[in-house]
């Protein structure tokens, strides 16, 4: 499988990557030859095999329904661009 | 009766599928230790899994699973014994990482069922397509400042089934009446507190239309995030009708995500959203498969309390409640219980009445919830005992149910303190009958020449000059035996 320009230019745009038009050529060469790289594993034959979800044989852990995290809005806040009476703040975003 | 909306080049039927997201009830996150309150102050509630800080890794919250699970079986669901969280990918200011853990191919509840109470006392089934497990979104507010928006992630990851319905509802009252019952089995399950306003619940509206007799299912808009259950109608209502619109001007309906504006009661495109369906699922690489045993599907089953269409049919077999009583005293367990408490070792029927008739009547008059009723049960209960064993008439009775809402007091001790207990003394009741018959000849004899129904207003003399007192029975009796003979 091979990406055009409109395919990369449509991944950048889902991803908010800001890419110039001048880089969309390489970009599609680039992305095309990892696809191609993968697509040797379709030669593989498949059939009623169950798809792995992890190395070693291990089922989701689960947690008991306590509090116990929470309550430090000082750190969550720390790295913020900005911040306000607790708040996150952010250029308005609404219909 | 079908729903059908009157075109210009026929009639056309809605199809309409719900999606709810409902809040499940926690005490921590679906993926965080952080806690799960409404109304804390902004980020006091976010632990850094929940900001989507770098390198914190989501540990599912057992409760939540367990939840989940009590819901499918509420509805009659498949369990998948392996379900799979996968990421949802997509941009937004309260999203903060950039993907909401979601389920998509493997959900933890397949296919069920949901039961419509119609109004008319009949039912009607719709498929439930899935339920399955995800995080919440941050809230963003928009009013607090002219350019900025601000974010508060308390409730980001907190745990929300989204529950799918089949295309199979027909009009905006099935829509409200599939709200309604599900509300009513998510809080006899105790899983989702069913609070619109506070949006612990809230629905997405899948709406299209087609010719009466036809089968295809046409392009459909999705109506986002509606509060409350009349708007939902509203909504569907208002986009049912610019579909026929549309398709009779020789338009075509695009495929997209709408507003629902209440204050002007119509839908609007989000253009924002216009992207928005390519979400680029992928298996969630930090959570591996969620795998449980029969034997934790069968523990909660064990559990699971007596659900309002079971209690309806009991209401109905066991008190001999028509569907329509029985489904209203369902709808919410605390009504239910209420009744019950009521009926215990009395007659169901004379409780059904009094519960729904004027014990509601007063809810409504006073403002007061049946959690904090202006009546108790026990009460209640007790003005009926008064009534089968003779000290109140219906009438007496009714005017002691006005002073118990008035005054909180106990029936017993309202009837002696005012005096109000039922005269069945016969001596008494004639010495009345005859005071009113002597002071009313002319009526007298019109009753004896075939004018029957006077009796009545005779009957009504005899009651006020005992100031309700008397037993009606014994007046109706005694008045007929001495003027027609």
Redesign the interface.
Known sequence: MSLDKATVRNIANLARIEVRDEELDHLAGELSNILHFVEQLAEVDTDGIQPMTAVAALTLPMRADAVTDGGYPDQVLANAPEAEEGFFTVPKVVE | MAYIIKGETGDWEIVIGLEVHAQVI???KLF????TLFGA???????????GFPGMLP???????EQAVRTGLGLRARINLTS?FARK?Y???DLPQGYQISQFDLPIVGEGELILDLPDGSTRTVGIERLHLEQDAGK???D??????????NRSGVALMEIVSKPDLRSPEEAGLYLTKLRSILRYLGTCDGNMQEGSMRCDANVSVRPVGSTELRTRCEIKNVNSIRFVQQAIEYEARRHIDVYESGGEIRQETR?FDSVKGETRS???KE?AH?Y?YF?DPD?????IGQDFVDAIKAGLPELPDAKKARFMAEYGLNAYDAGVLVAERVSADFFETVAKGRDAKIACNWVMGDFFAALNATGKTIEDPPVSAADLGQLIDLIKDGTLSGRLAKDVFALMVGTGKAPAVLVEEKGMKQVTDSSAIEAAVDAVIAANPDKTQQVRDGKTALLGWFTGQVMKATQGKANPAMVNEMLSKKIVG
């Open positions: 926690s005490n921590a965080s230790g952080a806690a102050e902004p980020n006091t509630q976010v632990s850094f899994v929940d900001a540990v599912i919250n057992e409760v939540c699973v799979v990918n941009f937004y200011a963003s507010i928009h607090m400042h002219p350019s900025k928006s601000f974010i508060d992630l507003l989000m253009r924002s992207h390519d680029r298996p959570l591996l498969p969620l795998v």
